[in-house]
């Protein structure tokens, strides 16, 4: 199930991401005097009263900017920005917190951006939804709490004065926060399997998918970041249901737009959150990339499972050998990802596509796999024979037994009598052994250790 997201909202330097960070317990946002250092969306996994949620830190965007503030983006650029950040942060996040300043007090930016989400709330049930909370920062005196009374005229209900970067006061604020969460309730059971479409722009997302679905579902066109929606399309592929989620192109960090591409980006990821399986697309002729290496990082994150699909293959010259020689270079960038399968397709002329499904469905089938406790002893035997774990300060390894403890992803504990003798690398062998007898084909494998005595 998605986790509830929580967008952090307004103009520059109102300490968004210092509160981001206090949210995700550590330093994930570059935190600067400077108005505008954030310049891209960063998001993190955070938790209250243990319930998990997903924090959005946004480039604060400032619609009055006249030239004394040090930002890259002209004037005339920030209403449209302002608009679009503010907008697609009601449409998309569960809970959006829209942070002023309490030392300056109210300014024509905060009633802009304030405006802006009063109109485009819509009620549900006679609320507002999602709802908005005025989060009036740096009030750290008294002074600065006493003001934030005259924030009441955003027409945004109670000021929450808080310290983001002491803490104070905003564990009262998240009480608040996590109770306006929307209900999970009984949701309907969704039984298809959830296929994302994810990479960077312009690679041939909505081609592949409208080859897919057999017909214009997407719009497809060569300009980068035409999708801006994650767009569900439900098909039937031999009988089984499937979900494909197209995606917006995800951009290097630093070269995501501020406003409408940052949100974007964000369904791209709450995309891979709820896939089975994730489609990483390639551009063939512009080679793997460190946004590729990048993208593929966020879904072993996630715990996906995936196949990478090499596009625009008819576009590029070959001869016998060149299938091979970008084989060799795409395992060398994702070395991490050395289990994910690779195609080579042409969303445009159709080559191959007939293969992307089956092999995505293989790939959710094995992630759903379960092996006996038997089986699994049988290979940790065979994997300590064949090399036996090292010693570490004269004490040795020594592994009793494993199980499956659950799947989807597929996930083992090993009952060790030291969990800090298993050294990662020898943990990476094991996993190695295990896909040697059992793919797991396109899989991330956990592996846990847990400490057990000896009878």
């Known amino acids: 199930m998605p986790k509830p997201v929580v967008a952090l909202v307004g103009r520059p330097n109102v300490g968004k991401s210092t509160l ?21 969306r960063i998001f993190a ?37 302002i608009r679009a950040q503010a907008q697609i942060a009601i449409r998309d996040a569960d809970v959006v917190l ?21 109109r485009h709330q819509r009620l549900v049930e006679g609320k507002p939804t999602p709802p908005v909370f005025l989060v009036v920062n740096k009030c750290e005196s008294a002074r600065a709490r006493q003001n934030a009374t005259a924030f009441y005229e955003l027409g945004l209900g109670d000021p929450y004065p808080v310290s983001a970067i002491h803490g104070t006061d905003v564990g009262d604020l998240l009480d608040e926060v996590v109770k306006a969460f929307p209900a999970t309730g009984e949701a309907e059971e969704d039984e298809s399997v959830k296929i994302a479409i994810v990479g960077k722009p312009n690679a041939g997302k909505s081609s592949l998918l409208n080859r897919l679905a057999g017909e214009e579902r997407a719009i497809v066109s060569p300009i980068a970041g035409t999708t801006r929606d994650a767009i569900d399309t439900k098909i039937t592929f031999d009988g089984i249901p499937i979900t494909l989620i197209d995606t917006a192109g995800i951009r290097r960090r630093g070269k995501i737009e501020r406003g409408v591409e940052q949100y974007s980006v964000l369904r791209s990821f709450k995309a891979i959150e709820r896939a089975d399986v994730v489609l990483l697309m390639i551009d063939a ?29 008819d576009a590029l010259p070959k001869d016998t050998y060149t299938m091979e020689a ?44 379960r092996l006996s406790t038997s089986k699994i002893n049988d290979i940790l035997q065979k994997a300590v024979d064949y090399q036996p774990p090292p010693s570490h300060a004269g004490r040795q390894l020594k592994i009793y037994y494993g199980t499956q403890v659950r799947s989807d992803p597929p996930t083992f504990v090993l009952f060790v009598n030291d969990p800090a003798l298993l050294h990662f690398s020898y943990m990476r062998y094991l996993e190695n052994r295990i896909r040697a007898e059992y793919g797991f084909l396109g899989t991330p494998i956990k592996l846990a250790a847990k400490g057990h005595r000896e009878k």
């Open 326 to 369: 970008y084989t060799q270079i795409v395992r060398r960038e994702l070395n991490f990802m050395d289990y994910v399968p690779l195609l080579f397709i042409s969303a445009k002329t159709g080559q191959r596509v007939d293969q992307v499904l089956p092999l995505a469905l293989r790939v959710q089938e094995e992630r759903l796999a």
């Open 45 to 81: 996994d955070s938790e209250w009263n243990g319930i998990p949620f997903t924090v959005v830190d946004t480039g604060g965007i400032d619609p009055t900017h006249g030239g004394r503030t040090p930002l890259s983006v002209g004037s005339a650029e920030f209403i449209e920005q």
């Open 285 to 313: 002729l512009e080679g793997i990339t460190a946004q590729d290496a990048h993208i593929a990082g966020y879904i072993l994150d996630e715990w996906k499972s995936c196949v990478v699909l090499v596009n625009k293959w």
């Open 98 to 118: 829209l942070l002023v300043d309490g030392e300056t007090g109210p300014t024509p930016a905060d009633q802009e951006v304030a405006g802006i989400l009063r």
């Open 20 to 40: 981001f960070n206090r949210l995700a317990g550590e330093r994930l946002a570059i935190v600067d005097d400077t108005p505008g250092t954030t310049r891209d």
